[in-house]
């Protein structure tokens, strides 16, 4: 299911009209496997902060990312390489996560972490998603 998903988001995002309706919350990522040398082209929501991209993901993607290799990004029409930081630490991870929530609320059902009244990312649901491999991935 979710390789067609993201078969149907690349091509809205390859859409010049098309990808207008979701260019705010997709980016499309570039990236290349450390093994296999395989690039990987992936839609991922994302919310812009001014530090940069933030990205909440559990996806096995993620292992390729290296803090000294840079991955392409495509928001809309334009084409960036930017460097990409994984944080999988609980503390910095409510911080970040409070921006991903507040930006995409259904990124929160899929990763099972719920906002606590005050906006932040339930503690015990950050806990026992990082425990299940999500992590934030952050690009500068």
Do not use: F
Request: aromatic content about 4%; overall charge positive.
């Amino acid at each position: 299911m979710q390789t067609a998903l993201n078969l149907v988001m690349r091509a809205i995002l390859a859409t010049p009209v098309l990808h207008r309706t979701v260019s705010n919350r997709v980016l499309l990522l570039d990236v290349v496997g450390l093994k296999s040398q395989r690039r990987y082209r992936i839609p991922v929501g994302y919310v812009a902060t001014a530090d940069g991209l933030l990205i909440g993901t559990a996806g096995r993607w993620r292992r390729n990312l290296r803090p000294d290799l840079p991955v392409r990004v495509t928001i809309g029409r334009r084409r960036r390489d930017m460097l990409a930081e994984v944080v999988t630490d609980e503390e910095s991870c409510t911080v970040l996560y409070r921006a991903i929530l507040a930006h995409n609320p259904v990124h929160g059902r899929y990763a099972r972490i719920r906002r606590t009244p005050g906006g932040a990312p339930n503690p015990d649901d950050l806990r026992a998603a990082l425990a299940r491999g999500v992590a934030v991935v952050r690009l500068h």
